[in-house]
């Protein structure tokens, strides 16, 4: 699919001002350029165009407000200082992947004042001697190169953290509905045990009726022959 289409579908029938995150990864760029995006993205925030076939970001429009530029798996070489300029608040940028040979391709990000974690891997200056010092030294704004920091220390994945806390949440919130569930199993149990209760007092109930029904039955009968042998003997007297 083509990105200017791409971009198109992704608006989802809201307008480019109020669109803060764009993905058009794994579309097509017809010439090697950026395509389908305005200066009316104005409140962008975070842009992915991995794998789209980019040579060049020279029709990158005016986005003061991108945070985040994902452009690994492309084609694009050098000429950064596009992106000093169209994107001057710049926090986090991955051009893993593309075809950044010299130190100098680099260079041009000095002006991004805000960056703080830059990744090349797969470029071919990272086979460079002392890459990462000379980095580092070139671009001391820069915290992480390539997720890790001068001292190695891995960068904090944001997301993961989101994704933990969401993981927590739903945990603390677990306990509480099985809890419940228990509580309603059990209620229905005790009510059901109340139920059988009643059932087999009102079965006792019944039976000691009928026996004392029983001897009452007996002991009129008794007392009927008892009567019958009285009437006899007045008779033969």
Same mark, same amino acid.
């Given at each position: 699919?083509?990105?200017?289409?791409?971009?198109?579908?992704?608006?989802?029938?809201?307008?480019?001002?109020?669109?803060?995150?764009?993905?058009?990864?794994?579309?097509?760029?017809?010439?090697?350029?950026?395509?389908?995006?305005?200066?009316? #993205?104005?409140?962008?925030? #975070?842009?992915?165009?991995?794998?789209?076939?980019?040579?060049?970001?020279?029709?990158?429009?005016?986005?003061?407000?991108?945070?985040? @530029?994902?452009?690994?798996?492309?084609?694009?070489?050098?000429?950064?200082?596009?992106?000093?300029?169209?994107?001057?608040?710049?926090?986090? @940028?991955?051009?893993?992947?593309?075809?950044?040979?010299?130190?100098?391709?680099?260079?041009? @990000?000095?002006?991004?004042?805000?960056?703080?974690?830059?990744?090349?891997?797969?470029?071919?200056?990272?086979?460079?001697?002392?890459?990462?010092?000379?980095? #580092?030294?070139? @671009?001391?704004?820069?915290?992480?190169?390539?997720? #890790?920091?001068?001292?190695?220390?891995?960068?904090?994945?944001?997301?993961?953290?989101?994704?933990?806390?969401?993981?927590?949440?739903?945990?603390?919130?677990?306990?509480?509905?099985?809890?419940?569930?228990?509580?309603?199993?059990?209620?229905?149990?005790?009510?059901?045990?109340?139920?059988?209760?009643?059932?087999?007092?009102?079965?006792?109930?019944?039976?000691?009726?009928?026996?004392?029904?029983?001897?009452?039955?007996?002991?009129?009968?008794?007392?009927?022959?008892?009567?019958?042998?009285?009437?006899?003997?007045?008779?033969?007297?």
């Amino acid at each position: 699919m083509e990105m200017k289409k791409r971009i198109s579908l992704e608006l989802r029938n809201r307008t480019p001002a109020e669109v803060a995150e764009l993905v058009v990864d794994n579309c097509r760029s017809s010439d090697g350029e950026v395509e389908g995006l305005t200066d009316d #993205f104005k409140d962008l925030e #975070f842009l992915s165009m991995v794998n789209v076939g980019l040579t060049s970001l020279a029709k990158l429009p005016s986005l003061p407000k991108l945070r985040k @530029l994902e452009l690994s798996d492309n084609n694009i070489s050098g000429a950064l200082e596009t992106l000093s300029e169209k994107c001057p608040n710049l926090t986090y @940028l991955n051009l893993s992947g593309n075809k950044i040979k010299e130190l100098s391709n680099v260079e041009a @990000l000095q002006s991004l004042k805000s960056l703080r974690s830059l990744d090349l891997f797969n470029c071919e200056i990272t086979t460079l001697e002392e890459y990462r010092d000379s980095v #580092f030294e070139l @671009l001391p704004q820069v915290t992480y190169l390539d997720g #890790f920091d001068q001292d190695d220390n891995e960068a904090p994945d944001s997301e993961a953290d989101d994704d933990d806390e969401d993981e927590d949440g739903e945990d603390g919130a677990g306990p509480t509905g099985d809890y419940d569930e228990e509580d309603e199993e059990e209620d229905e149990e005790g009510s059901e045990g109340g139920e059988d209760e009643e059932d087999e007092d009102d079965y006792a109930e019944e039976e000691e009726e009928e026996e004392q029904a029983g001897v009452r039955g007996e002991k009129r009968k008794r007392d009927a022959e008892d009567e019958g042998e009285d009437d006899d003997d007045d008779e033969d007297d």
